[in-house]
């Protein structure tokens, strides 16, 4: 299974009742999604909201998804309607930004600077996240960290790590674990477990 | 060691041939010169032998089966492939012009014949190439299409290559069978005459298109190469060991856009690169396939990055990650 | 267990042993894990920061949704099959032509289903999606040293797929 598999695995489950499985799909694409929408709105409590409410339009609208495209590229065209109809109720009118209808959501590549859209307080905890992330990354044995970012930043599958590192792929998925793992431990402190403010 | 063989009761210059083919039965693994003799002998055949068959091509567990007419009239190439299941599809080569007919949606789209086109050789490098990268040796004999084959295999020394067999008619060289196969040795991809008749008779009329050259109420799509014959200024990096660049040059293709056109080359297979302009229409980014070519597209800064070829998906990333201009 | 959440999101996992991360994916800890390696990823490739209970929010305007239930909408792959024309052939190929060095005179008639097919040129079967136009495949062909080994035959890849657009 893939990248793409493992999100339609999501998709199927949440077709046949599973909320929680919708939730997990929200988990992993909310900041990819936010960040998008922020270019439509500024405050953050604003994108926060347009976010979700793409999310729940996409929910409503998954019985109609059938596989055809990739689950986030399908995402993307309501979170940019979302947003479009949001600004077009309050009046305002969107950014006229060039080729933003056109981008392919899985293709963009934004090298730009993180858009100055939150208040103080989680501004503050977001930065403190990603330097906790880069610090712990910075610790790990190369070998770990090569491997963690071949994944997550390449997008290398497992096979393909095995052969740019030469290592068999049980090495590959031992080597992303403990990256992951060490780098969480790290983070959860941050992050908490009070049910009410689950990230 | 020699292979040696009773001659074939009814058809007693079948010793002949294969004594003539001995010289390249020389060891289990052969030099690069056998391995570069033995590929030029299989581009010679398919360039001289008149032959008709049917083919079956295998990919992603799919199997589809065409019909191939190939005539050598004095010199002069016509070849006629037409697919026997699915919508309807025909391929015509004719002086090296290449016309692939759509019914369905009346599109007939041609690949005109450039400079480029004629017979390359390898170079000394790429012959050397074939061997360090690739073990070229002797399979089995195998009976493919009612013919006595001889298979060769060349097996990759690297992740970055498939190994490919292929299946040859020994007194002609023809090849009756060909396979792409990963490092699980499965097929990624196969080409197989399930009958064949080499060095029969064809007619003219056997190569002719089903429908008249353009027919009149379609839409031709024409792939014309630059006549600007410069170099793009772009190029690969990092290619993988072995590969060396064959082709640099910009071509016009669908909408008249340029498009700048790399290929490079380990002998055995090629990888093409091409770099556009990035248009308003949605691209699919990343990996995709297509038969045994494997396919990336990925986005550089204001241009639009696909790479394909009969190389691992990590092969084509990896080349896409390092188009750069020079 | 987190080793196999940290296998599933990267597509590593399989039936009976995917089933089972997916049961613990629906427990809080599990969706913890999930969340907290998906943040990594997020971070490290400067996707945007997050946000301190976008979930707990989300669950809460989620489960005033009325629950879809659409079993069975989402494309299966369709199942290899094996052509009438293929076995056809293969048993043609038991009184196939034997090759020979001199050139012989014969002039094989092309199967009946063969010329049947030739005759019936628009057909209803839909063509496969294709990866991209068969513009690059066609010039990626003219170059490739398959085409010159095998002739015309690998010319199939940029045509069986796709409808010619």
Redesign the interface.
């Given at each position: 299974m893939g990248d793409r598999e493992i999100d339609q695995q999501l998709v199927e489950r949440a077709q046949r009742g599973d909320k929680r499985a919708f939730e997990l799909l929200v988990s992993k694409y909310q900041r990819k999604l936010g960040r998008l929408l922020s270019r439509f709105v500024r405050d953050a409590a604003e994108v926060e909201d347009v976010t979700q409410e793409a999310f729940i339009k996409a929910y409503r609208a998954l019985p109609s998804f059938r596989g055809e495209s990739a689950f986030y590229t399908w995402l993307y065209r309501i979170g940019i309607n979302t947003a479009k109809n949001y600004l077009v109720a309050l009046g305002r009118r969107a950014p006229t930004t060039t080729?933003f209808d056109?981008e392919?959501a899985?293709?963009?590549?934004d090298a730009e600077q993180l858009r100055d859209v939150s208040t103080p307080e989680s501004e503050l905890e977001g930065k403190e996240i990603a330097a906790t992330v880069n610090h712990a990354m910075d610790a790990l044995p190369a070998d770990l960290r090569t491997a963690i970012t071949l994944r997550e930043i390449?997008g290398?599958?497992y096979?393909?790590i095995a052969?740019?590192m030469n290592c068999p792929v049980g090495t590959v998925r031992s080597r992303i674990f403990r990256a992951r793992d060490a780098i969480a431990a790290e983070l959860r402190p941050l992050l908490g477990t009070e049910k009410d403010r689950r990230w | 060691m020699i292979a040696m063989r009773r001659p074939h009761p009814y058809?007693p210059?079948?010793g002949?041939?294969l004594l003539a083919a001995a010289w390249l039965v020389l060891a289990p693994t052969a030099s690069a010169d056998d391995a570069a003799a033995w590929?030029d002998r299989?581009?010679d055949a398919?360039q001289k032998q008149?032959y008709?068959?049917?083919?079956?091509?295998q990919?992603?567990?799919?199997?589809?089966?065409?019909?191939?007419v190939?005539l050598n009239d004095q010199g002069r190439e016509y070849?006629?492939?037409?697919?026997?299941?699915?919508?309807?599809?025909e391929?015509i080569?004719m002086n090296g012009e290449?016309r692939?007919y759509?019914?369905?949606?009346k599109?007939v789209?041609v690949?005109p014949r450039?400079f480029?086109?004629a017979?390359?050789s390898l170079s000394p490098q790429q012959q050397a190439a074939l061997t360090d990268f690739y073990t070229f040796r002797m399979a089995g004999r195998e009976r493919v299409?009612?013919?006595e084959t001889q298979a060769w295999v060349f097996e990759p020394k690297d992740?970055?290559r498939y190994g490919h067999k292929?299946w040859a008619?020994p007194?002609?060289g023809?090849?009756v069978k060909?396979r792409i196969f990963d490092e699980r040795n499965e097929t990624v991809?196969q080409?197989a005459f399930?009958?064949?008749?080499?060095?029969?008779?064809i007619?003219r009329e056997q190569v002719k298109p089903?429908w008249p050259v353009t027919p009149p109420d379609w839409k031709v799509?024409q792939?014309a190469p630059s006549e600007d014959a410069k170099d793009t200024g772009w190029t690969v990096m990092r290619p993988p060991p072995g590969f060396v660049k064959?082709?640099d040059g910009y071509?016009r293709?669908?909408d008249a856009r340029e498009v700048a056109?790399l290929?490079y080359?380990d002998?055995?297979?090629?990888v093409?690169v091409?770099i556009e302009p990035?248009a308003?229409?949605?691209?699919?980014?990343?990996v995709?396939?297509?038969?045994?070519?494997n396919?990336f597209?990925?986005?550089q800064d204001d241009n639009l990055v696909?790479v394909?070829?009969?190389v691992?998906?990590?092969t084509v990333?990896?080349i896409a990650?390092s188009v750069a201009r020079r | 267990m987190r080793e196999q959440i940290s296998r599933l999101m990267d597509g590593d996992l399989e039936g009976a042993e995917a089933e089972a991360a997916f049961r613990e994916l629906k427990q809080s800890e599990g969706f913890e894990h999930w969340t907290c390696y998906h943040i990594i990823g997020d971070c490290l490739r400067r996707t945007g920061a997050p946000t301190a209970g976008f979930s707990s929010r989300f669950a809460a305007r989620l489960a005033s949704e009325a629950t879809i239930l659409a079993p069975n909408t989402t494309q299966k792959p369709q199942p290899?099959?094996?052509?009438l024309?293929?076995a056809v052939?293969?048993t043609?190929?038991?009184?196939?032509?034997?090759?020979?060095?001199?050139?012989?005179?014969?002039?094989?008639q092309?199967?009946a289903l063969?010329k049947a097919?030739?005759a019936n040129?628009?057909?209803t079967?839909?063509?496969?999606p294709?990866?991209?136009?068969?513009?690059?495949?066609?010039?990626?062909?003219?170059?490739?040293?398959?085409t010159?080994?095998?002739?015309?035959?690998?010319?199939?890849?940029?045509?069986?797929?796709g409808?010619?657009?």
């Amino acid at each position: 299974m893939g990248d793409r598999e493992i999100d339609q695995q999501l998709v199927e489950r949440a077709q046949r009742g599973d909320k929680r499985a919708f939730e997990l799909l929200v988990s992993k694409y909310q900041r990819k999604l936010g960040r998008l929408l922020s270019r439509f709105v500024r405050d953050a409590a604003e994108v926060e909201d347009v976010t979700q409410e793409a999310f729940i339009k996409a929910y409503r609208a998954l019985p109609s998804f059938r596989g055809e495209s990739a689950f986030y590229t399908w995402l993307y065209r309501i979170g940019i309607n979302t947003a479009k109809n949001y600004l077009v109720a309050l009046g305002r009118r969107a950014p006229t930004t060039t080729g933003f209808d056109n981008e392919e959501a899985e293709g963009f590549e934004d090298a730009e600077q993180l858009r100055d859209v939150s208040t103080p307080e989680s501004e503050l905890e977001g930065k403190e996240i990603a330097a906790t992330v880069n610090h712990a990354m910075d610790a790990l044995p190369a070998d770990l960290r090569t491997a963690i970012t071949l994944r997550e930043i390449e997008g290398l599958s497992y096979e393909e790590i095995a052969s740019v590192m030469n290592c068999p792929v049980g090495t590959v998925r031992s080597r992303i674990f403990r990256a992951r793992d060490a780098i969480a431990a790290e983070l959860r402190p941050l992050l908490g477990t009070e049910k009410d403010r689950r990230w | 060691m020699i292979a040696m063989r009773r001659p074939h009761p009814y058809l007693p210059w079948i010793g002949q041939a294969l004594l003539a083919a001995a010289w390249l039965v020389l060891a289990p693994t052969a030099s690069a010169d056998d391995a570069a003799a033995w590929l030029d002998r299989a581009a010679d055949a398919a360039q001289k032998q008149n032959y008709v068959g049917t083919i079956a091509y295998q990919h992603g567990g799919r199997f589809e089966t065409s019909r191939l007419v190939h005539l050598n009239d004095q010199g002069r190439e016509y070849e006629k492939l037409v697919n026997l299941d699915g919508p309807a599809r025909e391929v015509i080569r004719m002086n090296g012009e290449v016309r692939c007919y759509f019914p369905d949606t009346k599109i007939v789209r041609v690949e005109p014949r450039t400079f480029r086109n004629a017979f390359p050789s390898l170079s000394p490098q790429q012959q050397a190439a074939l061997t360090d990268f690739y073990t070229f040796r002797m399979a089995g004999r195998e009976r493919v299409a009612g013919i006595e084959t001889q298979a060769w295999v060349f097996e990759p020394k690297d992740g970055l290559r498939y190994g490919h067999k292929f299946w040859a008619d020994p007194s002609s060289g023809l090849l009756v069978k060909a396979r792409i196969f990963d490092e699980r040795n499965e097929t990624v991809e196969q080409f197989a005459f399930t009958e064949i008749a080499i060095g029969a008779k064809i007619d003219r009329e056997q190569v002719k298109p089903t429908w008249p050259v353009t027919p009149p109420d379609w839409k031709v799509r024409q792939s014309a190469p630059s006549e600007d014959a410069k170099d793009t200024g772009w190029t690969v990096m990092r290619p993988p060991p072995g590969f060396v660049k064959i082709v640099d040059g910009y071509r016009r293709l669908r909408d008249a856009r340029e498009v700048a056109h790399l290929v490079y080359s380990d002998g055995l297979v090629a990888v093409s690169v091409f770099i556009e302009p990035i248009a308003t229409a949605a691209h699919p980014f990343g990996v995709s396939r297509q038969g045994g070519i494997n396919v990336f597209v990925r986005q550089q800064d204001d241009n639009l990055v696909t790479v394909l070829g009969e190389v691992p998906i990590a092969t084509v990333r990896q080349i896409a990650h390092s188009v750069a201009r020079r | 267990m987190r080793e196999q959440i940290s296998r599933l999101m990267d597509g590593d996992l399989e039936g009976a042993e995917a089933e089972a991360a997916f049961r613990e994916l629906k427990q809080s800890e599990g969706f913890e894990h999930w969340t907290c390696y998906h943040i990594i990823g997020d971070c490290l490739r400067r996707t945007g920061a997050p946000t301190a209970g976008f979930s707990s929010r989300f669950a809460a305007r989620l489960a005033s949704e009325a629950t879809i239930l659409a079993p069975n909408t989402t494309q299966k792959p369709q199942p290899a099959r094996l052509p009438l024309a293929w076995a056809v052939a293969a048993t043609v190929a038991a009184v196939a032509v034997v090759s020979s060095v001199a050139v012989s005179m014969l002039d094989p008639q092309p199967t009946a289903l063969a010329k049947a097919r030739e005759a019936n040129v628009i057909r209803t079967a839909q063509p496969r999606p294709q990866a991209v136009s068969p513009d690059y495949l066609l010039a990626h062909q003219e170059y490739s040293p398959t085409t010159l080994i095998q002739g015309v035959g690998p010319y199939l890849r940029a045509v069986s797929a796709g409808d010619g657009r």
